[in-house]
Structures are given as C-alpha cells and as structure tokens.
C-alpha cells in the first residue's frame, strides 16, 4: 500500500506555462526525495528536503516540504520539453529505522513544444 | 565513473520458471536496495543489504522472492515458480553507508540503475 499520493496522476502542457506538482501523505517523514525516471532508466535524484517549510530551488524547479513534513510540492516554471518524464516523490520514516524509501505512484509530465 | 548496473536488461519467461536478476552496485557502495516497479506506479522496496546481510527484507512479497549477496558487491534476486503477477521492473539501487547522524537516521543518496523488465507469459 502506498502512503505517499502524487497529484495529477497525468499532466501534459504546452512549452512556456508552468505546473505544480503534489505529494500528500497523512504520515510523518524525516525526509522526502523528488526523483526524475526517463523511460528505460531508474530514478534520479533530483532533491533532499529535511525540515519542515523548506523550499529548495534548482533552476525552474522549486521544492517544499510542508510544515508538518507530511507533504510537499514541486513547482516549474516556464516548462520545457527536456522537463518531460515521471516524476516520483519518496519518504523516508520518521523514526529512521526504515532504510527503505516509499515512493508515490508519480505523475507523469508531458511538455509539449 | 560507472553507475549501477542491472542484467538482463529485459527477460521473458513462462509460468512457473526460476528466474534470476543480476545488480552490479557502484565500487565502494556498501548498501544495496532492490525495488520493483508495476506499470504505472512508484517503486515498491522489496529487500535491502548491508554489506552481506539482508538487514531488511519485509518488502519481499512471499517466500517465492529471495535475493543474496555473497561477497558484499554483487546481488542476485532470485524469483522461483514466476506468477504472471511477478511481471514488473525490477530496480536496484546502492548507497553508501547509512549512519545516525543527531540522533536521527541519514538517508544517504541511492543510485538506480536501468531495471531489468521482466514479462512472466
């Protein structure tokens, strides 16, 4: 069962507009990772936010991690067609005894150009 | 420097065949984690090693699953009597170490690598 569930499901854009991504959870994590998977490829790492209302950049990509670490978002702006992929949210456990990671289900991006 | 590799990168087999997957961590990585993937979801943790030890393997389904990791390096996961419902991405990833930092546990960085796409016919 997965506890992590990513908003929209699909998304598909024209190139230029901008999007925002959801993962909701109703469990706590010490840590939620963004990760990028291409077709063929695993996952790649894309952010690590830690505290709770953390915002992190990367070029038009922004992350937050919400106050209660429960939940968090990722915000593009002015998209572009290299943005296409699956894009996953992953937690790591609160108490740090899981090693594992639990992923959402992911949304997939479409940019159009 | 080389990523994690997975081999093959795609196998078909029949209902009730043995199956085996090969990961080829990053040098120097110490854990290593297997994961499988369905169609259209995230990855799901399936077993996890530290050094030469499955420190967690609650994510393997049932005893059908098992993997190893003899020498510290190298995982087979292994898939006995495949079900249709076995069909999936198998990915690996590696780390290095994960440590307690503050009291807290670190999740360190995991490198996937391309997954092997296994079809049960």
């Known amino acids: 069962t997965q506890l992590l569930e990513q908003s929209p499901q699909f998304l598909s854009i024209q190139e230029g507009e901008n999007l925002t991504v959801y993962c909701n959870s109703s469990?706590?994590?010490?840590?939620l990772q963004w990760y990028r998977q291409e077709p063929g490829e695993g996952p790649v790492l894309l952010v690590t936010v830690v505290t709770g209302g953390e915002v992190k950049k990367l070029k038009r990509l922004t992350f937050q991690f919400g106050d209660a670490r429960k939940d968090s978002s990722l915000h593009i702006t002015a998209a572009q067609p290299g943005d296409t992929g699956l894009y996953l949210c992953?937690?790591?456990?609160?108490?740090?005894?899981?090693?594992?990671?639990?992923f959402g289900s992911g949304t997939q991006l479409t940019v159009l150009p | 420097g080389a990523g994690v590799s997975q081999t093959p990168s795609n196998k078909v087999t029949e209902k009730g065949k043995y199956v085996e997957l090969r990961c080829d961590p990053i040098?120097?990585?110490?854990?290593l984690y297997w994961y499988r993937q369905s169609l259209g979801q995230g990855p799901e943790f399936l077993i996890y090693?530290?050094?030469?030890?499955?420190?967690?393997d609650s994510g393997l389904p049932n005893d059908r699953f098992f993997a190893v990791r003899p020498e510290g390096s190298v995982s087979t996961l292994k898939i006995q009597r495949t079900e249709r419902g076995d069909s999936a991405v198998y990915l690996c990833?590696?780390?290095?170490?994960?440590?307690?930092?503050?009291?807290?546990?670190?999740?360190?960085?995991?490198?996937f690598g391309p997954g092997t796409r296994l079809l049960v016919l």
């Open positions: 090693f530290q050094g030469t030890g499955a420190a967690d």
């Open positions: 992953a937690g790591a456990q609160r108490d740090g005894s899981a090693r594992q990671l639990t």
């Open positions: 040098s120097g990585h110490t854990a």
């Open positions: 469990s706590v994590f010490s840590s």
């Open positions: 990833a590696s780390s290095h170490s994960w440590f307690r930092r503050e009291g807290r546990g670190c999740q360190e960085t995991q490198y």
